[in-house]
């Protein structure tokens, strides 16, 4: 056994510390040149301008990867004025600058969504925070459309309808959209399309009147019963837990934005999802039982809504390197409180997941690199799920999602739904729904035949958002009517094939 005092070991004396890679008084890792400003991994130091062009490089290195997104094509920004939307919207900008060495070719629009009223804001903080995102918007040059989640009790039902293009209309390679574009340019027939941006993107503003006047419009109860506001606080007081708040929300914020999309003319849509954001998610669905659907939730590109794809340029940017790049470029983000501001690490399955990932990436440096390349992995193309039963939808009702609750007997799924069957009370016993939870009796009311009949037409995580939902009747009324047009056609489905089969026998 050794026992030499020093802190070297045998010898006694220490030993030399070698000089960490990239401290402040070092050069470049790039140019060899500048002072760095910013060390993005261990080692690796930046300074300003090398930074900015490997910033730069990967945003538009992902989409010439991916090349989905056509010569032409309009593309709606999802902008929530944070961190990674901002910084989206900034590279969208120099993409499309005259003096870009490989100009972006698509033509961009803004979709910024209030969520003031889930968050109980009052309208005058609620007018100030869209005054200070329309002026940030106005700044880009680029139409923006600003909307009011309330506004979702007014969306049509074929929102919740995958559309799909017939093989007549589908667009040509990407090769040949290239192609064509350059060869439009050539012959002058775009006219001014590249000398003026603003002309050209004009045609996409939202028409009507102002959202000052849709504000006030969406407050004003009038001769209804309530307003929209109180409608949408009403639903969210009805959630028993965060981590159910969050998925509704999200789920009414995607059928909003799908709607704008659809209704001026977009085909894409770009969401500022980080590694951070994408690596949580992807954890907290497998705590959700959104398993199946890890590729198309946590991927580059989103196809099951068919006409419309989500994509997610930014999923490969840690949240340190954006919030590094808005610091050191001055791109402009404004904060909003949210349903998580202030509340603790356990108050939901997201907040865990995300102080979890980050304790751990304080820990390993490359935590979250890991996990969001694992996720990579997972196939983006959903299996095609067919039901064995006509009155059962191939896709769930909220998240348009396959189904993946049409398993076999033995399955794990049907061990749970065995096991929460034999948990319950009977009901009507103290006037409980049967529900059984951690404190005992849930001490709701019995469970209505809405939830019942809404539940089978849901994916298992959907279902799980649904059943903490203490009355289910205060979703938006355009879920209530698809849900009864799908249980209708059902229905004449199944009284066709008993038909047939009475005809045949």
């Not at 002072?35 to 538009?60: E, L, M, Q, T």
């Amino acid at each position: 056994m050794c026992d030499g005092g020093g802190a070297g070991g045998c010898g006694g004396e220490p030993l030399p510390r070698e000089a960490p890679r990239g401290r402040c008084d070092s050069k470049c890792m790039k140019c060899k040149e500048g002072s760095p400003v910013v060390i993005i991994r261990a080692g690796d130091a930046f300074c300003k301008d090398c930074f900015k062009d490997y910033f730069v490089h990967k945003f538009r290195a992902m989409l010439g990867k991916n090349r989905c997104i056509y010569p032409g094509e309009k593309v709606l920004l999802a902008f929530s004025a944070g961190l990674a939307s901002s910084s989206m919207l900034r590279q969208v900008q120099e993409g499309l600058n005259r003096e870009a060495a490989k100009k972006l070719r698509f033509r961009p629009g803004i979709i910024y969504i209030d969520e003031g009223a889930v968050c109980g804001r009052s309208l005058d903080e609620r007018e100030k925070t869209c005054r200070q995102v329309e002026a940030i918007l106005r700044a880009t040059g680029f139409p923006y459309h600003l909307a009011f989640l309330e506004e979702a009790f007014d969306l049509p039902t074929s929102v919740l309808n995958s559309l799909s293009h017939s093989p007549s209309d589908q667009a040509p390679s990407y090769k040949e959209a290239v192609a064509d574009f350059t060869r439009w340019q050539q012959q002058g027939k775009r006219g001014d399309a590249e000398t003026s941006l603003e002309a050209r993107l004009a045609e996409c503003s939202t028409p009507g009147c102002s959202w000052q006047e849709r504000l006030a419009v969406l407050d004003d109860a009038g001769s209804s019963p309530a307003s929209h506001m109180e409608e949408l606080s009403r639903l969210f007081r009805g959630v028993r837990s965060l981590t159910a708040k969050e998925e509704l929300l999200q789920t009414l914020r995607t059928h909003l934005m799908l709607h704008v999309a659809r209704k001026n003319g977009y085909t894409k849509v770009m969401v500022g999802d980080s590694c951070t954001r994408v690596s949580t998610k992807l954890l907290t669905n497998l705590c959700l039982g959104r398993g199946a659907f890890l590729a198309m939730d946590t991927g580059f590109l989103d196809s099951r809504y068919g006409d419309v794809l989500i994509l997610r340029p930014m999923r490969e940017y840690p949240a340190k390197e954006i919030a590094f790049y808005n610091y050191l470029f001055g791109v402009p983000t404004v904060f909003t409180p949210g349903l998580d501001t202030k509340a603790s690490d356990r108050a939901s399955i997201h907040l865990l997941m995300e102080s979890f990932l980050c304790k751990l990436q304080s820990e390993f440096p490359s935590t979250i690199s890991t996990v969001y390349r694992t996720g990579e992995k997972l196939s983006a193309v959903p299996q095609e799920v067919e039901s064995d039963v006509l009155a059962v939808p191939a896709h769930c009702l909220l998240c348009l999602c396959p189904l993946d609750t049409n398993v076999e007997d033995g399955s794990s799924l049907q061990a749970t739904l065995l096991s929460e069957k034999l948990s319950r009370r009977p009901p009507g016993e103290d006037g409980c729904c049967g529900e059984r939870t951690q404190a005992g009796c849930c001490g709701t009311p019995p469970v209505g035949s809405e939830t019942s009949q809404l539940v089978p037409l849901l994916c298992y995580g959907c279902r799980l958002t649904v059943k903490e939902l203490s009355c289910v009747e205060s979703l938006p009324p355009y879920i209530h009517e698809e849900a009864e047009r799908q249980r209708c056609r059902a229905v004449m489905k199944q009284e066709i094939q008993e038909f047939l089969l009475e005809d045949d026998g």
